[in-house]
């Protein structure tokens, strides 16, 4: 039997706001296989998101666990926790959340610049920063390297975040409504790339979604509501 | 180890944002000016020390009793090892005035205390020949080329058994004087016999009294007469006439304004001792003494010391080094450089807020980049490094900015006091206050590495503070941030 790359168990995540305490998810279960797109479907405030970050490693759930390669990741330190997240996930948000003072080929090497020090760094420079050219070419933007997050267009940001997170190579995408904000012909350019990937590098995606359509193309489809997954 | 993305990214907001600019202007100002001041300061201070040291004997045997004389003292410290020389003081205080043609006539005993021909002065009697044995005081005489010679005073007496004498005007100029203060003199000079004591007084004094050589003064005093042990003691009033006889100039700005150099005998004369008096005593407030050269003047002072106080009825004696006679002075002046140097300390603080201000505003402003750190994977104290590294480029280049404005400044202050000056008659270092010809800098190693690092340090300290803020964000609340 295949072991997931990334699972769910039993998590339960709840705010308190004041005296009370608000469930947001009541006991999700989730596996996801490797090369597998999963689309995460819900209406608005069902925890798609907050599913999303705990299973990103980025919050702390209340209760149950999150699993990488089947492997538990409850109790970890901070510091492991993002050592983890570097190595085996990838995140592509919405609004794209690319550093505003960094060049496009800036903003992909960063990952790669991350727990390296000045000195390793600078004798591994030259193999690095052609893996990210190649990156950022393989997502069409070979001729806006330069190029600064305010220079660029919508569906550019979206894959210069593409290609940041391919620079680690991790196990698993997590894509937290890729296209929200593109126009429609943008947002089919930039989802076609996300299926390329998964056919082409075997990375397995979690894609939240209100779009049809696109969770239609997905191997799988989860629904959320209410904090739970319902089929 | 420092990350090679927090590296990345600390130069990149520092170049973004010009406001940390502030930050290393800040610190460059507050060590430039920490250098500045304190390089002004000690060359200030160590010229001040200088001329304080330049009016001091190497010891001092002072709080001696009342009617103390100087032979017994004389006898016991002269075979003290280590002594090369001693001369006796006699320390008194009266009023000089002036004469002028004006206080003349019927109103020649008359002397108007408010008037700026007269001034409080504290009377040093010396034994000339025996002065110069102990202190550097013919050095501070001013010589011909500067105007003034004092008269006889590096001379050899020719009449050793009249020591008043020894610091007499020539007749000639003493004639040439009382004639002009409208004084009875004979027809010619040459019938003319000097008439008082020389006196000397300072340069300063000099010019802000209009003084000649040759010029008669009076000094005007008061002493106690009558039984040693108290019975029937009455104030005396005392007027005596001098001559005024030299300048001198030590830079030692309290002696300069103060001091009056007479002949010992002339002081112990008007003070009741006259020599030629039967019962008088050779009359002493203090005796100088210089050191053997290669002896510790510690070791001597204790040895004096000790044989001073040995002597009947001088137990309550003190023999004090060259520090120790202006200690007031130099505490006062010590002090003054403390007193700047918390100031300087206060610039430095404010520089730090701003450098923390600085960072601060930055790492508020950076928190949704703060998430996106985090969903890539970098660790707390990756994400604290970025802005920790900014407060080190920071601290680097303010301290070391403010180190080469230091010393530069230290280098060129005194041209650049000229140029304004000669250009827009400004004095950053006023030379009629502070009475020196260019402004004094003495660059002290140790202040000079000490305030960099400390501003470094500080700095770094200040840094930390917003850096741990940014380490201790927590994902998910700064990707959400707005």
């Known amino acids: 039997m295949t072991t997931p790359v990334l699972a769910a168990e039993g998590l339960h995540k709840s705010y308190r706001l004041g005296r009370t305490e608000i469930p947001v998810l009541k006991g999700v279960d989730l596996q996801v296989l490797p090369g597998e797109m999963v689309a995460l479907l819900g209406m608005s405030g069902a925890g798609k998101s907050t599913l999303l970050h705990l299973l990103g490693l980025l919050d702390v759930p209340t209760g149950g666990a999150v699993r990488y390669d089947g492997a538990a990741t409850t109790g970890l330190s901070a510091a492991a926790r993002a050592r983890l997240r570097h190595r085996h996930v990838g995140f592509v948000f919405q609004f794209y959340h690319l550093i505003p003072e960094l060049t496009a080929l800036q903003n992909v090497l960063l990952g790669k610049m991350m727990h390296r020090s000045v000195l390793q ?62 126009d429609s012909a943008t947002a089919e350019g930039v989802i076609e790339l996300l299926f390329q990937i998964n056919q082409e590098r075997g990375i397995a995606f979690v894609i939240v979604t209100h779009n049809e359509d696109i969770a239609a193309r997905c191997h799988r489809t989860v629904r959320l509501r209410d904090g739970r997954v319902v089929n | 180890m420092l990350q090679a993305s927090s590296c990345l990214l600390a130069v990149r907001y520092l170049r973004s944002r010009w406001v ?54 004389r006898d016991a410290i002269a075979g003290v090892d280590g002594v090369a020389a001693l001369a006796p003081r006699l320390r008194h205080f009266g009023v000089f005035h002036v004469l002028t043609p004006q206080a003349q006539g019927g109103a020649a005993q008359f002397v108007d205390f408010s008037s700026a021909s007269t001034a409080f002065v504290q009377l040093v009697g010396i034994d000339p020949a025996a002065e110069g044995r102990v202190s550097a005081q013919t050095q501070w005489y001013q010589h011909e080329h500067e105007r003034l010679k004092p008269q006889d005073l590096d001379a050899t007496p020719a009449d050793q058994a009249d020591p008043i004498k020894r610091l007499h005007v020539p007749a000639w100029l003493e004639w040439q004087g009382r004639r002009r203060a409208g004084l009875p003199v004979p027809t010619q000079p040459s019938l003319h016999r000097t008439l008082s004591p020389g006196l000397l007084l300072s340069l300063d004094r000099l010019y802000s009294h209009h003084l000649e050589p040759g010029f008669p003064l009076d000094i005007i005093s008061a002493r106690f007469d009558g039984q040693a042990d108290g019975a029937g003691k009455e104030t005396v009033a005392i007027r005596e006439r001098f001559t005024f006889a030299g300048a001198f100039k030590t830079r030692h700005r309290i002696f300069d304004d103060t001091t009056a150099i007479v002949p010992i005998e002339t002081l112990r004369s008007m003070l009741g001792h006259d020599f030629h008096d039967d019962g008088s005593i050779d009359l002493i407030t203090d005796v100088a003494i210089a050191v053997v050269a290669g002896q510790d003047p510690a070791v001597v002072q204790a040895r004096v010391r000790q044989r001073v106080r040995a002597l009947p009825g001088l137990q309550q004696a003190n023999v004090l080094d060259w520090v120790q006679q202006n200690q007031v002075f130099l505490d006062a002046v010590g002090h003054e450089r403390a007193m700047m140097q918390i100031v300087l300390f206060v610039v430095m603080l404010i520089a730090a807020f701003l450098v923390y201000a600085t960072l601060h505003m930055m790492v508020a402003q950076k928190t949704k980049d703060i998430g996106i750190l985090c969903a890539i994977g970098s660790t707390p104290r990756g994400i604290g490094a970025t802005f920790l590294t900014c407060g080190i480029v920071i601290g680097l280049i303010g301290s070391l900015a403010g180190l080469v404005l230091g010393v530069l400044s230290t280098r060129w202050i005194n041209p650049v006091n000229d140029w304004l000056f000669e250009n827009f008659g400004l004095e950053m270092f006023p030379r009629r206050l502070f009475d020196l010809p260019e402004i ?19 700095t770094l300290l200040v840094a930390w503070l917003p850096a741990r803020r940014a380490a201790r964000m927590l994902p998910v609340e700064a990707l959400s941030y707005e």
């Open chain 1, 121 to 182: 760094y600078l004798g591994e420079r030259r193999q690095v920063k052609q893996q990210a050219i190649d990156l950022l070419t393989q997502v069409g933007l070979a001729q806006r390297l330069r190029h600064r997050p305010a220079e660029l267009s919508g569906g550019e940001r979206q894959r210069v975040a593409i290609a940041r997170a391919l620079m680690t190579a991790p196990r698993v995408i997590l894509a937290d409504e890729p296209t929200g904000n593109l």
């Open chain 2, 20 to 73: 940390n600019v502030l930050g290393i202007v800040g610190v460059a100002v507050a060590v430039w000016a920490m250098i500045l001041v304190r390089a002004v300061f000690s060359g200030f201070i160590g010229n001040i020390q200088d001329d304080v040291r330049r009016t001091s004997t190497d010891l001092l045997v002072t709080d001696l009793p009342h009617d103390t004389g100087y032979a017994s003292l």
């Open chain 2, 440 to 458: 004094p800098c003495r660059l002290e190693p140790a202040w000079l590495i000490g305030v960099p690092v400390a501003a470094f340090l500080l």
